[in-house]
């Protein structure tokens, strides 16, 4: 067991944690990041799979989060559009597959009328929202204790229009079900991204992505930092008082004034506390889980999808996949689809074998593509849940009323012990550009009190 000294301490080397370190030792610390994967990037991770380039983990990249675009500029990182050309695809409730162009969804007269409607009502409800602080909202404790689900039931009987809206925050966005998370989560999720109508709007929220893949901005911190970044070190115990924090890792432990927990919240208590930590943040903790979706990549010879004159975006709340797009990775001639299948959705197909599994998906993309899409010559499932530490996919966000209960103290340190993740972001929210945006304003913090 090595023992070093270090005015800060990070435990865990994603986006979060790797910015604050860059920000503390910018401005003179000395900083220690122990990781306790074999590599770096969290919930980033690009990965040659069967010979074809795939994010595994996050990747796009949408044109308000200034956060990430700056440190990709910083970092020398170049982007690339999601191709978006042609028209796109929707399924009906019948299972009619239908085309359109634009943004309105190819429903019946009534259910578009009431989707607009609600769009405009969610934009007015996440215009008074400050994402920094929900809970300050007039409404926040009435909002926060309806599941989105009731709430998009007490504004239409539309059940078309309800299924569309709610999946673009339940199966798209939070990645559970719409009655297993309160309308002011929801609200937090859209102002995160600036409003309701960016996270429906496709050509928006996955704008763009990065050459070389996302995982990059992590390994070229990473690379920055040097031999301040330590692999298979998993932070076991973690001992504090007002003075520093002792962080016993795997083969090493530091001792430092702070120390940054860039976490997602639900492993912050899978390390012990010597204290443990306060009442307050034992209890918080229990109120946020993880989403849970599984990303498909299915690479196909050619993307034939845009030879027929579409887009390869589609999505449908009746489907498996509900929802698709085009994924060719910059240089790969061959056609690459990601598909998403949700929380209730993807428990459901993770009872089946992995062949059974497979087939599944593939029928449902399937139903958008056509029967090409049945033969994919690498086809690969990112099964967040099953890793250890992560725990599922993509972020966290609280139970019904925990946000107005708790969401004020989720940031607030105890002692030398700081919080930062995506996961507590306010704008960027469950997204790289909020993991960096907090792990900033955490650096910023110690260093305003070093
Ligand atoms: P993490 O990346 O989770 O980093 C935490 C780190 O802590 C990990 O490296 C972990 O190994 C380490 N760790 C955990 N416990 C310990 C311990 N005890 N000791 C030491 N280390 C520990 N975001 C976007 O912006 N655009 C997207 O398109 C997008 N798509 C996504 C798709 C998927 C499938 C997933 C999973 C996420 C996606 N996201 C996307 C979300 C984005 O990837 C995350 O919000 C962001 O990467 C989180 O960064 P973080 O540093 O806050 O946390």
Redesign the pocket.
Known sequence: MSSIERDVVI?????????AATELKKAGLTVAV????D???????TDDVDGATL????????PD?DA?IDTLADLGLETYERYREGRNIYISPSGERRTFEGEIFPVPPKTEHEIVSLIDKLDALVAEIDPDRPWEHPLAEELDEISFRRWLETQTDDEEARLNIGMFIAGAMLTKPAHAFSALQALLMAASAGSFSNLVDADFI?DKRVKGG?QQV?LLLADRLGDDVHLN????TLRWDEAGVT?I?DGVEVKARFAI????PV?IS??SYEPPLPRRQQQLHQHLSMGF?I?VHAVYETPFWREDGYSGTAFSPYELVHEAYDNCYDGDPRGTLVG?VSDEAADAVFRLSAEERKARILESLSHYYGEKALSPVVYYE?D?GS????R????ASFDMGGLARYGADLRTPVGPIHF??????GK?Y??????IR??RETAAAIIGAA
């Open positions: 435990v865990g080397a994603g986006a979060s944690g790797l910015t122990l990781e306790a994967r590599r770096v990037g969290g919930r980033l991770w994010e595994i983990g996050g990747q796009w990249v949408s989060q990430l996955l996302l992590p070190a998993p932070v076991r962080a890792a927990l860039a976490l997602p492993l899978r390390i979706v990303k998403f990112s967040w890793e250890e530490w992560t599922g996919a993509y972020a930062s993740c995506s996961d507590m972001a960027g469950q997204h790289v550009d909020g993991a907090v792990g």
